[in-house]
């Protein structure tokens, strides 16, 4: 890591710290430290741990961004291209031992509704439910059941976190399928 620039470096090492440790636990020197950086280089690099936080969660959502449109590329349908986008909270589980989704961990952690991070985490949000709402437009309600199985999704993501268990995602796929199935909420 040590032939990386230095804003590279501090980055990598935020991502990881901040998903393994939390935001808050997680503290400017620890990251000058890990990544091998001068804390005149972090300074110029990010104004604040806020400000790395928030470059964490827009780099962090391009790539998620990719693979969720990946996921619910997937089939022949909507009902089977939405629910293949489940398979990303498996595969998240699986990679990163049941950690839960960066995105809600850090917005667990902020207090300030009107912070750039929460700001970061709604806009990524905000990008799934239009994903989800791009598959269905041969609904007649399609806003409704967009918002309805963004909250199945998101309901399942924090339940894989919480039992460390996969179960969460087969019911909420079930869910989903039935809902669209049915066509209204």
Not at 22 to 33: D, E, H, L, M, V
Request: net charge positive.
């Amino acid at each position: 890591m040590k032939n990386l620039p230095v804003k590279e470096r501090i980055l990598i090492t935020a991502e990881r710290l901040f998903y393994t440790q939390g935001y808050r636990a997680t503290g400017i020197n620890q990251i000058i430290s890990e990544a091998g950086a001068a804390k005149a280089s972090f300074y110029q690099h990010f104004p604040s741990k806020e400000e790395l936080c928030r470059e964490y969660l827009v780099q962090r959502s391009i790539k998620a961004h990719t693979r969720q449109k990946n996921f619910i590329s997937m089939g022949d349908t909507p009902v089977e291209r939405i629910c293949n986008l489940f398979e990303n909270i498996v595969q998240n589980a699986k990679d990163n031992n049941f950690n839960g989704c960066p995105f809600l961990n850090i917005s667990a952690e902020i207090n300030e509704h009107e912070s750039v991070l929460r700001q970061a985490v709604k806009e990524h949000k905000t990008r799934l439910i239009e994903l989800i709402r791009n598959e269905l437009k041969s609904y007649p309600e399609r806003d409704h059941l967009a918002e309805m199985i963004y909250v199945i999704y998101e309901g399942a993501n924090i339940a894989v976190k919480n039992y460390r268990d996969l179960w969460p995602v087969e019911r909420g796929r079930q869910l989903a399928r039935n809902l669209l199935l049915n066509g209204s909420g």
